[in-house]
């Protein structure tokens, strides 16, 4: 996709050193670029989750390295009805919601771009690792050089006259060239952290975090085959093909391989387990996703042959996409699939282009012989 130079173009800057680098590689193709730092929490009874302060001061010494302006603007209320409250819907349901996904739709690419254009920017440029390329039918959204920093799953949902006004530098970047570049720079962020999970959630503090606004429920825990096996805290405090922390540990009268959440009953509030990363209980075959979103406007010829995403970072699934009513389709995989999660996102490719995708709202058991047929 191509922009000229001398443009004004508005860089989302988060304190992190990706959004950094993607200022100065504007600057140097001469683009007039301004930076702009959006405050999306506010917690006024406890300040201690977000580190938007610091993060505030690193975009600062960026702008000020680069010679440009820095505006702040605060988003709070736009975070909290479009992104934080389906967010809370979705653990209310039982389901592991993913709002990075919406927090682009909504912010980065709404309130952020429409706040942009106020302002009188072209453009708006972000530090995600992903590539855009111009097509017949408009704006294609492609995966980025850096596989293992691909972003494309997290932006599958951005309208398509949002991504005709973005710009993502890093696209044909390396991670490793990107932190060399900040470092030869001056940036004091040049070997800052990755940021990781919610922006606003301490990594460690997740389940206090929610405590604060679903009320924990506590419940049984039960073998596939209803064996009482101790309690859980909560069910929003678990997920599908989760081991870490469910607490059971090793017991006499079952066998010693690990425990995995294999399912959450809400109308009992019991959670079920099974012993065995891919036990039968674990794996799928097909789903259904629904808010669909297809990147270029409009649903391409269903039924399609394509890959799908089930969660970030996982490989590219064989698949095949057929129709529902609308807004809904079902998803057949090739093999079965590991804890398909009711709330993550399904995401859709052809190759290096990401074709869009929808909210998983349900997923069908692989029978034991497809899962037999899998592993061998």
Known sequence: MSVSPSTRVIVGLSGG??????????????????????????????????????????????????????????????????????????????????????????????????????LGAAHIATGHYARLSDGADGVKLLKA?????????????????????????????????????????????????DSTGICFVGECRFGEFLGKFLPAQPGEIESADGMHLGSHNGLMYYTLGQRQGIGIGGRRDTEAAPWYVAGKDMGRNVLTVV????????????????ELHWVAGKAPQLPLRCTAKTRYRQADQPCCVTALEPGRCSVDFDRPQ?????????????????????????????ATSAVLRSAG
Not at 49 to 75: I, M, P, W
Not at 347 to 357: A, D, K, N, P
Not at 358 to 364: D, K, N
């Open 17 to 118: 050193v990706d959004s950094a680098v993607a200022a100065l590689l504007l600057k140097q193709q001469g683009y007039v670029v301004e930076g702009l730092f959006m405050d999306n929490w506010e917690d006024g009874e406890d300040e201690t989750y977000c580190t938007a302060a610091q993060d505030y001061q690193d975009a600062r010494q960026v702008c000020e390295a680069l010679g440009v302006s820095l505006h702040k603007v605060n988003f709070a209320a736009e975070y909290r009805e479009r992104v934080f409250r389906h967010f809370l819907d979705g653990y209310a349901r039982g389901y592991t919601p993913n709002p990075d996904v919406l927090c682009n739709s909504e912010i980065k690419f709404k309130a952020f771009l429409d706040h942009a254009l106020r």
């Open 145 to 193: 050089t850096d596989a293992g920093k691909d972003q494309s799953y997290f932006l599958h949902a951005v309208p398509q006259a949002a991504l005709q006004k973005a710009i993502f530098p890093l696209g044909e970047l390396l991670k490793t060239d990107v932190r060399k570049l900040a470092r030869d720079a001056g940036f004091a962020n040049h070997d800052k952290k």
């Open 338 to 366: 590991r804890a398909v999660t009711p709330g993550q996102y399904a995401v859709f490719y052809s190759g290096e282009e990401c074709l869009g995708g929808g909210v998983i709202e349900a997923a069908t058991p692989a």
């Open 275 to 290: 012993q065995g990363h891919d036990h039968p209980r674990l794996m799928r075959e097909s789903l259904h996703a629904s």
